[in-house]
């Protein structure tokens, strides 16, 4: 069955630095979906990515689809409180009428 | 706010009891989809419904069942409840009936098992 893998579990960066968050499947990924969700409440969607290369940026948030479609990566531009939170990634579970299979999540604190 | 609500933020229950979380979908969506969030299993999904029909089942224990009624909102019930099934608790609504469609979350019932 299809998994995801988020890496890194946690991270600690100063505020005002980059900062990246991978998600990487075991399957090829026709659909990857990017949520926020503060510590305690529900997921706020950020953005989805389905081909092959496509890269979606929102404000200071940039997501990328490998070309192979078994990777994806957020990157944060000069991080701010406000980005603190966990990062789940999502993706379309063929096996399973396409629900969606979430990673573990990254938690991401911003140290002022 | 994403303009789903859920009831009662917080339960406390004891082993073998049954309780009924209830959910209430953006203004126009027609899918209720429920989830499980434990720190041991990640985020699961359990189920969704669409305009009152069951669409799809994920993860969930034939001691838990979902219904959503006529005005759309939904409710979910656990029954003989376990330890285990202490979590957090999500409904996210969509417009569509696909998992694709953008889904937007309530704040969670905190389920909490003595």
């Known amino acids: 069955s299809q998994e995801l893998e988020q890496s890194p579990q946690s991270l600690i960066v100063q505020e005002g630095k980059n900062l990246t968050i991978n998600c990487t499947s075991s399957k090829t990924l026709y659909g990857l979906y990017w949520y926020k969700q503060k510590y305690g409440e529900g997921l706020i969607f950020l953005m989805m990515l389905q081909k092959g290369g496509e890269e979606k940026s929102h404000e200071k948030i940039t997501a990328k689809l490998d070309e192979k479609k078994q990777q994806s990566s957020l990157h944060i531009t000069a991080s701010q409180p406000s980005h603190a939170g966990i990062y789940l990634c999502g993706a379309d579970n063929r096996d399973s009428n396409y629900q969606l299979i979430w990673g573990a999540g990254t938690k991401l604190i911003i140290k002022p | 706010d994403s303009g789903v609500t859920q009831t009662p933020k917080h339960l406390i229950t004891a082993t073998g009891q049954r309780v009924t979380l209830r959910c209430s979908p953006r203004s126009g969506d027609l899918s209720v989809y429920w989830y499980q969030q434990s720190l041991d299993q990640g985020l699961q999904f359990l189920i969704q419904y669409y305009n009152g029909e069951e669409r799809a089942k994920g993860n969930i224990l034939e001691r838990f069942s979902a219904q959503q009624f006529p005005d759309l909102h939904s409710e979910l019930n656990l029954s003989s409840l376990e330890l285990g099934d202490s979590a957090l608790y999500f409904c996210?609504?969509?417009?569509?009936?696909?998992?694709?469609?953008?889904?937007?979350f309530g704040p969670g019932t905190r389920l909490t098992v003595l």
């Open positions: 996210a609504s969509s417009a569509g009936t696909l998992f694709k469609n953008e889904q937007f």
